[in-house]
Each structure stands twice: as structure tokens, then as C-alpha cells.
């Protein structure tokens, strides 16, 4: 074998071993939507100063251990919706972005701010509704 025939088969199983979607990830990303889950009658008081994201509906809100976790919803697919928080987050007084990536079925925000670090999950669960859970740590 080559050196390039090595390397490409190297790089082939690298990037196969690490996607993080499954063929049934994209399939979801065809189907219909199912009804949409109960959502919180007002934002959570433990999110505070914590910019939202345009259309965000939040389901729950719970302390693990030092963290906040708060899980909702956009009806949004994966790039707007990655596109909507990135833009809250760098947009909001005192917060910064401190990674992102973005894949085919989910996306990740990271960020630092008012003395706070964490990360904003996304998941498309279906044609046009986007999962989301933020989690905040005391820095």
C-alpha cells in the first residue's frame, strides 16, 4: 500500500468512528413532527439574566448539583436555531462564546459570562422543531 492509500484509509475510519449521527439522526430530520411537549407558563426565574434565543420554550428547569439544567424547544431546524443562540449569546452584556460547532443533526454553543460557564445542546428531533438544553455551572 501507498502512503496516501494508508493515510486515506486512516482518515476514513477516524472520521466514520467520530460522527456523532446516526442514519436514524438524519432520518429524523425528514419526519413529521409530533405534538409539541408541555412548555412552562413563564421563563425560569433561575435562568435569570440568561439570553434567550428568538422562540425558545422552555419544558423544565433543575439543579444537578452545582449546575442548572433547563431543557425546551425552538421550532427551528439545526442551523437557525444554532445560528439564533450563537447570536443571543455574543450579543448579550458580559457573555462570550468560547467554542460552537455545528453538525448535521445537533449543534453546540459553549460560553463564559457573568460568572457562569457552559454550554448550549441542540438536537433536531424531527422536520422542524429543535431540542435544547442549557447547561449553566458557576465559573
Known amino acids: 500500500m501507498t502512503r496516501i492509500t494508508i493515510a486515506l484509509t486512516a482518515l476514513a475510519l477516524v472520521t466514520a468512528a467520530c460522527a456523532p449521527f446516526s442514519e436514524k439522526d438524519k432520518e429524523n430530520l425528514k419526519k413529521a413532527c409530533a405534538g409539541a411537549p408541555a412548555t412552562l407558563h413563564q421563563r425560569p426565574a433561575e435562568l435569570k439574566s440568561f439570553p434567550d434565543a428568538q422562540g425558545i420554550f422552555y419544558v423544565a428547569v433543575q439543579k444537578k448539583g452545582p449546575a442548572t439544567v433547563a431543557t425546551g424547544f425552538v ?13 443571543a449569546l455574543k450579543n448579550a ?6 467554542k460552537e460547532e455545528q453538525d448535521v443533526a445537533d449543534a453546540e454553543v459553549n460560553f463564559a459570562g457573568h460568572g457562569t460557564s457552559g454550554q448550549v445542546k441542540m438536537v433536531q428531533e424531527c422536520k422542524s422543531r429543535t431540542n435544547v438544553t442549557i447547561t449553566i455551572r458557576p465559573s
Open 75 to 87: 421550532n427551528k431546524t439545526i442551523g437557525p436555531a444554532h445560528r439564533s443562540y450563537s447570536q
Open 93 to 98: 452584556a458580559g457573555y462570550s462564546v468560547t
